[in-house]
């Protein structure tokens, strides 16, 4: 079992920065690690994964370049970087533990999941 609990979301404006904090607990660090996030009346969609090392990261096409995915595994840590945000950022976001060692953007890969952490970007 892996506990998974998310941190730094808020309210901002439009442009602003925010960085999102995943820590990890129980059994050991997933090799791959993920970002998803879920707004309002929409399916929870990928938005950035990475591999143990970091040398391997995907992200949704509408982050790449303002989104950045790290990760920290002395701290058993993940965060996620967001610059300019814009308002259809808006969303609940989830980090997630992978089973696989794929770095994909396929939700059925990951099999725990934090209790989400609120992202809301004004205009």
């Known amino acids: 079992q892996v506990q998974l609990v998310e941190s730094g979301g808020g309210l901002v404006q439009a442009g602003d920065s925010l960085r999102l904090s995943c820590a990890a607990s129980g059994r050991t660090f997933s090799y791959v690690m993920g970002w998803f996030r879920q707004a309002p009346g929409k399916d929870r969609e990928f938005v950035a994964g990475?591999?143990?090392?970091?040398?391997?990261?995907y992200y949704a096409d509408s982050v790449k370049g303002r989104f950045t995915i790290s990760r920290d595994n002395a701290r058993n840590a993940v965060y996620l970087q967001m610059n300019s945000l814009k308002p259809e950022d808006t969303a609940v976001y989830y980090c997630a533990s992978s089973s696989t060692t794929l770095v994909r953007p396929r939700t059925n890969d990951y099999r725990y999941w934090g209790q989400g952490t609120q992202v809301t970007v004004s205009s």
């Open positions: 990475i591999n143990w090392t970091g040398g391997t990261t």
